[in-house]
């Protein structure tokens, strides 16, 4: 059988979880991903873990943070003065924001603290500095 090699497109099933089991997204009940090897659509550690399946092939594999979203950055954590947001959000810890930045990028913020006068906002990934756990099933190669 073939095995899937940079450059391939190939269609897979996965369940990211948590280190703790907690699932935060699945392709199962849905179409599977669809994405090109070494193009850089998806992060690196899952790339990796899918050179050399063959279609029908399952794994379970850890990715380190540093191969999937990196590390929690302190420097990505701002506050800002409650002045500053539109007085018709309703703020809450866990809100999620958009930004758009000066070069025309969005860049998600959630809100992490509230404060009367101070809203504290974090623009990391919501999966930066963790570990993450992924079952794998190659469905294809395109």
Known sequence: MTQVKTGDTVKVHYTGKLEDGTVFDSSVEKDPIEFTLGRQQLIPGFE?????????????????????????????????ARAEIPPEIDLQVGLRLQMQQPDGQTLILTVTEVQEDRVKLDANHELAGKDLVFDIELVSIE
């Open 48 to 80: 990796q873990a899918v050179l050399g399946m063959e279609p029908g092939n399952s794994k379970t594999v850890t990715i380190p943070s540093d191969e999937a979203y990196g590390p929690h950055r302190e420097d990505r954590v701002m506050e800002v």
